[in-house]
């Protein structure tokens, strides 16, 4: 079976020129067969602060009414996803953005409203993982950008670390895929203010450890749940590290 | 040779929502192999202008500085692109967004500083129609934004009428290729007040009369030079007309 690397980068890297170039170079250099996955980051509440489109935020999430929605469409779709693949093209990579609503490769439905009303949130039911395989065998490098679709015409602001799992599971039909998240630091650390402290491996029991310690908590929960989610759905390895180490694969592994 | 369908419409067709709905319907309505290309529309100058960014026009026509290429990327290939094909997705059509730097279908350069400087602006070199075959041969309907790309990393804000001659010039190798141009009138009209006075055919030599009797003058004289160019580059056939007349082939045939 080929494989395949499938990287998840976050919105605060690639919206800032030096930090994204870094990103590109390394990116183009991983060998094989390739995809990304970029998160949106902060330029989208700046714009919408422009446009006097006010941000709502719970728990740190963005709530997606529809004039947000225009702006996430705007800033995810077009200027950080075209950017990225105008930069890759200039590095040899022929990159293709895309939405889940492009080629269909992402269905979502509009979250439920429960306690709160996230808005034009998308929940992914299915990525197609067999359409993403053929684009890729030609020779196309995939670049997502964080925005599915319900098939009925909506556009859904859709969480970047869920599509890379569900993306990544599409694919493990037909490669053996390795997925990593990059973020500021270099895995998932014991101490956060001490960059030697890796964590090298967690598998369930660890991480049940790490909970009930607290030195797994907040952001990094469904970070790592995304993970575990991507491993029961036959993904070979999930790797959690800095955005300058991702031909390494050193970091955090996350094995079931 | 497969039939093709290169249809091109104008941004403002595509941002208006009723306008919009009535065009996707036909869209999708069209049998067979196609192609979708739209332009910017006005949407981008009022989103700059929202932004504290100041639309420079020559000629009635956009000089692109980089804040500006910041907005007509998101505009065109975010908001105005991601629409439509959700809109398409939602009615069946399996529709794929793409600017000329993704997948390098559309290589440009910057258009050189004579007495203007445009700015950020594309003069295409070349449409990759072999790559656009294969995805169109896979059940893929590309929808092309009125951006291209250098190859060095900048994006470029690019005439759609001189895209949708290039793309249908670079399919002809592939296709029998129809391209309609989609405008606000029924045809090139005689008489712009009197909608019963549609040419039906202009070749060369017809155009000539009309160019020197002043029947065409203005914004029509590109995209008829576009249709010549077109036809010359092996497209079989350009038609003109209006966006509700897209499957029924009325309105101006272009020929040799």
Known sequence: MDKITVIKVGGKIVEEKESLDNLLDRFAAIEGYKILIHGGGRSATRIAEKL???????DGRRVTDEATLQVVTMVYGGLVN???VAGLQARGVNALGLTGADANVLQAHKRPVKEVDWGFVGDIDKADGAMLERLIKQGIIPIMAP????????????????????????????????????????GVMRNPEDSTSVIKLIDSNIYKELLADGTISGGMIPKIDNAFNALKGGVSKVIITKADAIESEQGTHIIL
């Open 52 to 58: 006097g489109i006010e941000s709502r935020m719970i």
């Open 82 to 84: 075209k950017n990225i």
């Open 147 to 186: 925005l599915t679709h319900d098939g009925k015409g909506n556009l859904l602001n859709t969480n970047a670390d869920t599509i890379a799992a569900e993306t990544a599971k599409g694919l493990a039909t037909y490669f053996d895929v390795t997925l990593t998240y990059c973020f500021e630091h270099p």
